[in-house]
């Protein structure tokens, strides 16, 4: 069974710093493109981050790069996201995400919640 779990959401201040880590289990995590979505209230969900298969690529969306960075562990099977610098419009659910070939679907985490704010 696949399961992703994420975790370490909570409330930070603006300018602080926060990682969010994502648990992958039932799969073979280390074959996948990894990303990190969020989706604030009342606005489509949005591609924030993603990692390669082995890690030696990443992309950003404009609105974090510089700011955040995405990782992987292979043998952990977990993907992180260090949020530095966080803004108050970073404010979301953020969930770890893959898409599977067979079947090829989305596979989603139950999302943790981020807030910003002083």
């Known amino acids: 069974q696949v399961q992703l779990v994420e975790s370490g959401g909570g409330v930070v201040q603006p300018g602080g710093s926060l990682r969010l880590s994502c648990l992958a289990s039932?799969?073979?995590?280390?074959?996948?493109?990894m990303r990190w979505y969020r989706q604030a209230p009342g606005k489509e969900r949005e591609l924030v981050a993603s990692?390669?298969?082995?890690?030696?690529?990443?992309n950003y969306s404009d609105s974090v790069k510089g700011r955040f960075t995405i990782s992987r562990d292979k043998a952990k099977n977990t993907v992180t996201l260090q949020m530095n610098s966080p803004k108050p419009e970073d404010t979301a659910v953020y969930y770890c995400?893959?898409?599977?070939?067979?079947?090829?679907?989305?596979?989603w985490g139950q999302g943790t919640q981020v807030t910003v704010s002083s």
């Open positions: 995400n893959f898409y599977g070939r067979v079947p090829a679907r989305n596979y």
């Open positions: 039932g799969v073979t995590f280390s074959v996948y493109e």
């Open positions: 990692i390669t298969s082995t890690g030696g690529s990443t």
